[in-house]
């Protein structure tokens, strides 16, 4: 399955130490703007991007509508990433992962099919890739840094537990 | 380092001067200081409102995405994840 990914559900996956497992069954494919703000600080996260990219594990793809990817920025106040982000999805017709509320609203807009780090988390788990108990460490760490909202968190802690 | 005049009401002044104590810091370093506050509160409000995206966010405050993740989770800054939005968000799979 393939799936385009902002630098917010990126950079969260990282975070968290998800990432790597996740692109074993998961084609990551990010715009090059993206790859850019990933990478534009030294830190844990964007040294484990940059090595994914580097082993073809991330994709990255230039998007060439300079003018839409404008035109997004413009209708819903976001950033360059997250045009291009919407952009290539768009493009490739596939869901993006994004785990910021004004560019998710966009993608709303648009008719695209989006998708956030904590769906990633129980996806694994129901494909029996990720144990429960590791599952439920790697959530609290994920309701640390995404600041999922209390019934987000509870209703995926009810997933993890009764496996709906 | 540019250099401005501006009137303060007397309420202010007392502030600044009250701070500046405390910080044992002079009148111009902490008023810049609480530029920065300032300017960092307002942005990570708008954000919260669901005005300014991630990105937007980490431009305004000149750090980058991951660092925004960080400050905002240090302040326990909830994401504008609607619940609605996460349950749509089991159908992209």
Redesign the interface.
């Known amino acids: 399955?393939e799936?385009v990914f902002d630098?917010?559900t990126l950079?969260?996956l990282a975070?968290i130490d998800l990432l790597r497992e996740l692109t074993g069954g998961v084609k990551v494919i990010i715009p090059e703007k993206v790859k850019t703000?990933?990478l534009?600080?030294t830190?844990i996260?964007?040294m484990l991007i940059s090595i994914l990219i580097r082993e073809n594990k991330i994709e990255v793809k230039k998007v060439e509508n300079s003018e839409a990817i404008k035109k997004i920025q413009r209708d819903f106040?976001?950033?360059?990433?997250?045009a291009e982000a919407i952009c290539l999805a768009k493009t490739l017709g596939c869901?993006l992962a994004v785990?910021?509320?004004?560019?998710?609203?966009a993608s709303?807009v648009m008719g695209l099919?989006?998708?956030?780090a904590?769906?990633f988390l129980l996806?694994l788990v129901s494909q029996n890739r990720l144990e429960l108990p590791i599952a439920l460490a790697k959530l609290e760490k994920l309701s640390?840094?995404?600041?999922?909202?209390r019934?987000?968190i509870e209703?995926a802690m009810k997933r993890l537990r009764g496996g709906e | 380092m540019g250099v401005i005049s501006l009137r303060l009401k007397e309420r202010e002044l007392k502030r600044l001067d009250e701070l500046s104590k405390l910080e044992r810091k002079d009148r111009s370093t902490t008023a810049r200081e609480l530029l920065e506050y300032g300017w960092e509160f307002l942005m990570v409000k708008h954000y919260k409102e669901g005005k300014l995206s991630l990105e937007g966010l980490a431009k305004k405050l000149d750090i980058s995405i991951s660092e925004a993740i960080d400050r905002l989770s240090e302040l326990g800054i909830e994401a504008p994840i609607e619940f609605e939005d996460y349950l749509r968000g089991f159908k992209a799979f």
């Not at chain 1, 785990?99 to 609203?105: L, Q």
């Not at chain 1, 099919?113 to 956030?116: C, G, L, N, V």
């Not at chain 1, 640390?144 to 909202?149: A, D, I, K, L, Q």
């Open positions: 399955m799936i630098a917010s950079i969260l975070k703000e990933c534009s600080k830190g996260d964007a106040r976001i950033e360059t990433g997250e869901p785990d910021d509320g004004p560019t998710i609203k709303k099919r989006f998708t956030t904590v769906h996806n640390n840094y995404g600041r999922y909202s019934a987000i209703d």
